[in-house]
């Protein structure tokens, strides 16, 4: 299968040329060949300048991500000619040997041929969240993901005819859309794609009936489309969402659906699991307390710290100290440790069955211990109960016989991370399978606040949605959460309107991660949570999470400065073709007047704007709050020039000099838009805009300029027109932008 960061050089060349806006350029870049000047046809230009650099910088993005791609490709195990080894996912074939254990995907459909307390979760496939017990000869399919226990199966069925790879496939696709700024910029470019026809067909009619010379005629129309066509906007926001890539690509963070840059900008409650998010990988054997004297409690937690070949972090914590299975001691029957149990466990004949989890699961209030864990929860510790049992059955008589505590590794960038974000008034809930008071104890320790208030989980309603939600609201810490209540409480987030991030790295958090609105894996985390997150933070570090949430601003609030230029240009555009034509006056300037005055104040500039760094919260209305700004400011523009065109149209001056006089008014309260738009200005912002007068001067002083651009500012009562209309106009966007309240300074 294709990796799921990329789509083919074909694709990326496709989605870059052959488009609707593209294939209308080109048609007006013909007439313009074979009826105007060749200095016309600039525009053209333009438009493969576009394709250029919007598929470079795809390939770029691309380039970054597959590279990433294989940095966070989980390893397959299998075993040929009789040696277990690791191979890359893409070198699987038909009769390999997969083994499989606690957090394994399962890539390929197969046949189980060994199983020791398997445990699969198809819930991605099936929606039943119960993991299914998995037996020789049962079949297993791709999409489905390793809980508990150990196994193999024999791959059958591979590549595309694999169950989910049509599946992963389609959900998987490198693409730009699925977010709320893509869709808002399609939905401008379908509303000018239906207005550009008639107004277009419009235009050219009144051009071609008041002007004998057709030649002359072509060129105003075709000036009036081709402005009307924000053919940059795609390319900016594109050129946006790629650099995005590439710089968070450069802190180690692999982004796996493309919108999830802009998904974090706009989240505003972010579930963190503790272990392996606020506690770093890996715990230590601290304290063992016996209950009862004569007990064999070393070789009962060196036993079973040795039973699974695949230990998990609480295993390998014992074994650091425990490293061997002790003499005499031949496991007869064992039971995984799965999230929902909160236990594992095994048989050991003469030597008895043992147990070893939650002190809260294993022991009944007030019996040996029970107390004595809690207390100890309080520390922040984790306490973990070594029971004697009479089977390994749920219903089977336990005997506490020692209380063990594993200290765990707080992150050193948490605290600070975690204070970022109640600056930037992001709600935080910490959600844990843990003893709620140990978790409590980390979120005090991390000044959390409500940290010292922990809910247990299993006190929480079960069919209660409204209950659930309201719960949620008011508390912050919660132990004890199944990974199907971590799934509820996404659900139960987002029911109350809010944009839910959860991060995860274990396979209890998939779930939670898959119905997230944005889905953030650790990259020592699960192969399974790594493969449904959009975004794995490969060097496992949390403090990378504030720069993704920077990048995410930065795209939203330059994406939305740039779509206000761009619009701009296509709203008045629209109304000077729609007052030309129902006055019959001549388009106010040829194609090569709008290619200066758009690659002055649009072009060049939103190139910038696009790339800029910012800090703005995003803000829900991207595609109302964009209307309010171009619409008015557009208008205005377009009743600008058009008045000064028409008062200079109405004296003795050629039509050069009215188009020049109409080009000058343009530029001034376009540029003047350029200048709110680039609020707050700092230095390098200014410089940018003083820079692009004064080429636009330039153009007018050079001859060569002048005569390539078709200016003629011979008439100086035309040109003074053009100041004064163009200062009135300025003021009165400026108003128009005050009462709308849609640009912050």
Not at 614 to 629: H, I, N, T
Request: aromatic content about 6%.
């Amino acid at each position: 299968m294709p990796r799921r960061s990329s789509r083919s050089l074909w694709a990326i060349v496709r989605a870059n040329v052959f488009t609707l806006f593209n294939l209308v350029i080109a048609i007006l870049w013909v007439l313009i060949m074979i009826f105007g000047q060749w200095q016309n046809g600039l525009f053209g230009l333009v438009i493969v300048a576009n394709a250029l650099i919007g598929i470079v910088q795809e390939l770029r993005a691309k380039a970054t991500l597959d590279k990433l791609a294989v940095v966070n490709e989980a390893p397959v195990r299998v075993r040929r000619d009789g040696r277990d080894q690791e191979i890359e996912p893409r070198a699987v074939v038909l009769g390999d040997l997969i083994l499989l254990g606690p957090g394994d995907r399962l890539l390929v459909d197969g046949e189980v041929v060994a199983a020791e307390g398997l445990e699969i979760d198809e819930s991605l496939l099936t929606g039943e969240a119960d993991p299914v017990h998995k037996r020789p000869g049962d079949q297993v399919l791709s999409g489905s993901f390793a809980v508990a226990g150990t196994g193999s199966f024999v791959a059958t069925k591979v590549g595309a005819d694999a169950y989910a790879a049509k599946l992963t496939e389609e959900a998987s696709k490198f693409g730009l859309a699925h977010s709320e700024l893509r869709d808002g910029i399609t939905k401008f470019i379908r509303y000018v794609t239906y207005l550009v026809i008639p107004i277009g067909a419009l235009l050219i009619w009144s051009q071609v009936r008041n002007e004998a010379d057709f030649g002359t005629a072509i060129t105003g129309a075709v000036a009036g489309i081709v402005t009307m066509i924000p053919e940059g906007l795609v390319l900016m926001t594109s050129i946006a969402f790629a650099v995005g890539v590439v710089r968070l690509g450069q802190r180690k963070v692999l982004v796996q659906e493309l919108p999830a840059i802009e998904g974090l900008a706009r989240v505003d409650v972010l579930c963190l699991d503790k272990t392996g998010t606020l506690t770093a990988g890996g715990m230590d054997l601290d304290e063992v307390l016996p209950l009862r004297a004569g007990e064999p409690v070393d070789d009962a937690l060196a036993a079973l710290a040795n039973v699974d070949p695949r230990p998990n972090p609480t295993a390998q914590a014992i074994q650091a100290r425990h490293p061997a299975m002790p003499e005499g001691w031949t496991v007869t029957g064992s039971v995984p440790f799965s999230s929902a149990r909160k236990w594992s466990g095994a048989a050991f004949g003469e030597h008895g069955a043992w147990v070893l989890g939650a002190p809260d699961i294993l022991l009944e209030p007030g019996s040996d211990g029970y107390e004595g864990a809690a207390e100890l929860a309080l520390s922040g510790a984790r306490v973990l109960a070594l029971c004697r049992t009479t089977s390994l059955e749920d219903d089977a008589d336990i005997e506490p016989v020692a209380l063990i505590t594993l200290k765990q590794r707080i992150r050193p960038d948490a605290k600070e991370t975690l204070a970022y974000f109640a600056r930037q008034n992001v709600t935080l809930k910490i959600i844990s399978g843990d003893n709620p008071d140990a978790v409590s104890a980390i979120a005090v320790g991390l000044g959390i606040p409500g940290g010292e208030n922990a809910v247990d989980a299993r006190t929480l309603p079960e069919n209660d949605p409204g209950k659930l939600a309201d719960t949620l609201e008011k508390n912050t810490v919660f132990g004890r959460v199944t990974p199907v209540q971590k799934r509820q409480f996404v659900g139960a987030l987002q029911s109350r309107g809010h944009t839910v991030a959860m991060t995860g790295d274990g396979v209890n958090d998939v779930l939670a991660l898959k119905d997230a609105d944005l889905g953030i894996a650790m990259g020592a985390g699960s192969p399974a949570t790594k493969a449904v997150a959009q975004v794995v933070l490969l060097d496992n570090r949390f403090a990378t999470l504030p720069h993704v949430v920077g990048e995410g601003r930065r795209v939203l609030a330059n994406i939305e400065r740039v779509s206000n230029l761009f619009l701009t240009k296509t709203f008045y555009a629209i109304v000077l073709s729609l007052l030309t034509g129902v006055f019959g006056l001549m388009f106010p300037f040829e194609p090569r007047h709008s290619t200066l005055v758009n690659a002055l104040t649009i072009g060049i500039p939103a190139f910038f704007l696009a790339l800029a760094p910012s800090d703005e919260r995003s803000r829900p209305g991207f595609v109302p709050r964009v209307l309010r700004f171009a619409v008015p400011a557009g208008v205005i523009c377009a009743g600008a020039v058009f008045f000064s065109f028409w008062a200079a149209h109405s004296g003795s001056s050629t039509l050069l000099q009215d188009r020049t006089t109409a080009v000058i008014t343009l530029f001034l309260t376009t540029w003047w838009v350029l200048i709110l738009i680039a609020r707050p200005l700092k230095w390098w912002k200014t410089i940018l805009i003083a820079a692009m007068a004064a080429l636009f001067a330039i153009s007018f002083t050079i001859p060569l300029t002048r005569s390539f651009f078709g200016l003629a500012p011979s008439d100086v009562s035309n040109d003074l027109v053009a100041f004064g209309v163009s200062v009135v106009a300025a003021a009165l966007i400026s108003l128009a932008v005050k009462v709308t309240g849609t640009l912050r300074t």
